[in-house]
Structures are given as structure tokens and as C-alpha cells.
């Protein structure tokens, strides 16, 4: 398989779990959805949780994704919107909500918090995928060092220095 089928492929892989994943969410969050619309303190509180569920989630994801391949580095973006697709769908035609403001308010929420998940998750599975590769390097043997990075430095010419030949 080439490189860019198998890039292909995990794509597809990622997105086929993500879906599921926020499905699965939906239905164990389903009873839970309208308490977002309590007033005061308490509906903030359960805003809050799906806030830190669906940033987790795609961060999660993200993060994974990142730390395999160094395609398609922005596609965490479309997985964080894969992840909540299915609570869109769901929760438009199950009537979560009282009316379109709450329903968009809670949209919004969760639509942030996944592309933030996303964004820190991209970040992370850059970092864990560097260190990965340094630790295969140094297994094998090779150092990999910032001067091999670098370009390569010429020596400074000093006029006051005699050369003896």
C-alpha cells in the first residue's frame, strides 16, 4: 500500500471511530442535554461538563491522529466536527430543547470547545510524535542533535590572527 492509501486510510479509520465516539456520547449524555437550559448556576455547571467532555474528546482524537502521520495535519479540525455531527443530528430531531436560542447557544459551546480540544490536541501529538521519532533515533543508535538541524556555521575570519603555514 503507498504511503498516501495508508494516509487515506487512517483518515478514513479516525473519522469511521470519531462518528461512533460522538454517537456513543450522545446517547449516554441524551438525558442530561436539556439540564443545560436550568437556569442560574446550575445550568453553567452542566455546560461546563459538556464543555470538558467534548474538549477532551477531540483532543484526544486529535492528538492520536497527530502523533502517526505528518499528512494531514489539519484534519483534527474535520474529525472535531465529525465528533459532534452526531449530537447536532440527534438532538435537532429527538427535540432536546426548548426552542433555537438554547439549542444554538449549546451548539456553539460545544462546537468551540471541540475545535479548542483540537487545536491542543494537534499541538500535543506534534510533540509526542518528535519524541517518538528522537526515541527510535537514539535506539538506533543515531544522536540526533540541533546542530544537525542548523546550517552549517562558518568560521569567523579574524584579521588580527597570523597563520603560520
Not at 55 to 82: D, K
Not at 89 to 102: A, M, N, Q, Y
Not at 137 to 142: N, R, V
Request: net charge negative; proline share 6%; glycine share 6%.
Amino acid at each position: 500500500m503507498s504511503e498516501s492509501n495508508q494516509h487515506i486510510a487512517r483518515a478514513f479509520a479516525f473519522s469511521g471511530a470519531t462518528f461512533m465516539l460522538g454517537v456513543v456520547i450522545f446517547f449516554l449524555t441524551q438525558p442530561i442535554i436539556p439540564l443545560v437550559e436550568l437556569p442560574d448556576i446550575a445550568g453553567w455547571i452542566f455546560s461546563l461538563g459538556f464543555i470538558f467532555i467534548f474538549f477532551n474528546m477531540s483532543g484526544v482524537m486529535a492528538r492520536r491522529f497527530c502523533s502517526r502521520t505528518f499528512e494531514m495535519e489539519r484534519y483534527p479540525y474535520v474529525l472535531s466536527l465529525i465528533l459532534i455531527l452526531p449530537t447536532f443530528i440527534l438532538s435537532v430531531s429527538t427535540d432536546r430543547f426548548s426552542g433555537w436560542g438554547p439549542m444554538l447557544f449549546f451548539f456553539f459551546l460545544i462546537t468551540v470547545s471541540t475545535t479548542a480540544g483540537a487545536y491542543i490536541g494537534i499541538r500535543s501529538g506534534q510533540k509526542k510524535r518528535d519524541r517518538l521519532i528522537r526515541e527510535a533515533l537514539k535506539e538506533a543508535g543515531e544522536e540526533l542533535t540541533d546542530e544537525e538541524d542548523a546550517p552549517p556555521r562558518e568560521e569567523p575570519v579574524n584579521p588580527d590572527k597570523k597563520t603560520t603555514d
